[in-house]
């Protein structure tokens, strides 16, 4: 399919009205005309004539009224029409009760890069912790040369840093290795979130501290009823990780980890322990209950895969999906096809667009800020066709040389020979796995404008 021009010429049109007062219906009659030529040179929706609008042609209610005070809110909150966009959760990625589970977010509702605090995505293994931040202590010992307990106060007194970094699950999608199991965007690709967050470099506290030479490990430990404890190997310590309070210019959420929570960029969301209480370091991993019994892959060996913490490159298409269809599109309207690429590697480079389920593509565009373990926007401009069925599917490429690959790719990359796929299910790695699933995503764009999550396979 080829690439689409969206470069239109536009003329500019004037039209001179006499400092006569006009009525609102003949202001429409007079510029009528001129409406028309306009919009024949941007892309815009078909409408009907304004004079026949009622919400034009008529005061609004609100416009009547006071509003309200400005000490009405004193912590703002969303519009009332915006009730639909929340978080969401479904027994089906609980473990037993809603204190271990995750609650995702709107992501087909997003605009940029930032993910507003109240719509972050959630995920806990015993509930929400309430920490009072007079109490909160963190305890660093191990092998470092000073060990010490920091108050709250205390740590925010180190040179602070402020970087936008998403945060993704692990399990992100892995509900979707056999085939999708949601025709809905937020539920299989809202296991993430991308905020600004501000804190300190933990590089910064040691180079106070003293690390000693046989350090090669760091255990953070959380002081929820859970006490999640995740070993993170000491290159990544002294390269980015941090220790955040704050995020999108302010405190972090209850949920988030109030006060203190581990960041570490680009990694899995699992290893950015919350309610932190502890750092430890020490000359070998600790194997705490999340990096045996899960977070772990099982090879056709029956051995499994330990420590691999990156997210990969990925994608998906945004809008359209199940939840923004094309339903009440006109054969030869403009749309935006918009949608999100992030990798854990390093920075996106590239995303292409495919209209056939990945058989034939084309270049997309990179919008807004490109930064390194980051969401990044992308777009591309389409005419509609009325009654045409597509298969939207994107594939990302980052700076560090990957690129996102296939359903077929992904499975047999990790050991399922063609041959055997189906017929053993204990050595389907690629299909009874959980985490860390990249591969291309699509969606299928039905004759009449409706969206459905489906997987492309070649077997």
């Not at 010490?148 to 040179?159: A, S």
């Not at 790719?409 to 189906?422: A, H, I, L, R, S």
């Amino acid at each position: 399919m080829d690439k689409i021009d969206t470069k239109k010429s536009s003329e500019v049109t004037s039209l001179e009205i006499s400092s006569k007062a006009l009525s609102r219906r003949d202001f429409f009659k007079k510029t009528g005309a001129v409406s028309a030529v306009a919009a024949a040179s941007v892309i815009a929706p078909t409408v009907a004539k304004a004079e026949d609008d009622h919400a034009i042609m008529h005061h609004p209610k609100w416009g009547q009224s006071w509003g309200d005070p400005v000490t009405k809110n004193r912590y703002g909150i969303p519009s009332k029409y915006e009730h639909n966009v929340t978080r969401r959760n479904t027994k089906l990625l609980a473990s037993g009760n809603d204190r271990a589970s995750i609650a995702v977010a709107p992501i087909h509702e997003s605009d940029g890069i930032i993910t507003p605090n109240g719509l972050f995505f959630s995920r806990c293994h015993g509930g929400t912790a309430h920490v009072d931040p007079k109490e909160f202590r963190l305890m660093i010992n191990g092998l470092v040369e000073k060990p010490i307990v920091l108050t709250l106060d205390q740590l925010k007194r180190y040179p602070r840093v402020t970087r936008t970094h998403f945060i993704e699950c692990p399990a992100n999608g892995g509900q979707e290795w056999r085939k999708p199991q949601y025709n809905s965007l937020q539920f299989a690709k809202g296991f993430m979130s991308c905020a600004e967050w501000t804190g300190v470099y933990i590089k910064t506290i040691l180079e106070d501290l003293g690390l000693k030479p046989e350090a090669k490990w760091m255990l953070a430990e959380g002081s929820d009823n859970s006490e999640m404890g995740r070993s993170v190997p000491i290159d990544k310590v002294l390269d980015d990780a941090m220790l955040v309070w704050g995020q999108n210019g302010e405190a972090l959420r209850p949920e988030q980890g109030y006060p203190v929570r581990l960041l570490l960029p680009g990694w899995e969301g699992n290893l950015c322990v919350k309610w932190l209480k502890r750092l430890e370091f020490g000359k070998e991993p600790w194997y705490a209950k999340e990096e045996t019994s899960k977070y772990t892959a099982l090879t056709p060996t029956g051995k499994a895969v330990q420590h691999f913490y990156a997210n990969e490159v990925n994608s998906t298409v945004v809008i359209p999906s199940p939840e923004k269809p094309w339903t009440d599109l006109k054969d030869g309207d403009w749309v935006e096809i918009e949608g999100l690429a992030w990798s854990g590697m390093g920075t996106i480079k590239r995303v292409d667009l495919s209209f056939d389920g990945g058989n034939n593509y084309v270049e997309a565009n990179i919008k807004g800020l490109v930064l390194p373990k980051c969401w990044t926007r992308w777009s591309y401009m389409h005419q509609y066709k009325k009654g045409q069925r597509l298969l939207l599917t994107s594939r990302a490429m980052d700076d560090a040389g990957f690129v996102q690959p296939t359903v077929d790719q992904e499975v047999f990359g990790y050991g399922v020979k063609k041959e055997n796929y189906g017929k053993d299910k204990t050595k389907g790695m690629g299909v009874e796995s959980v985490y860390h699933r990249n591969a291309i995503e699509t969606w299928e764009v039905t004759a009449n404008g409706e969206v459905n999550h489906v997987q492309i396979r070649t077997i």
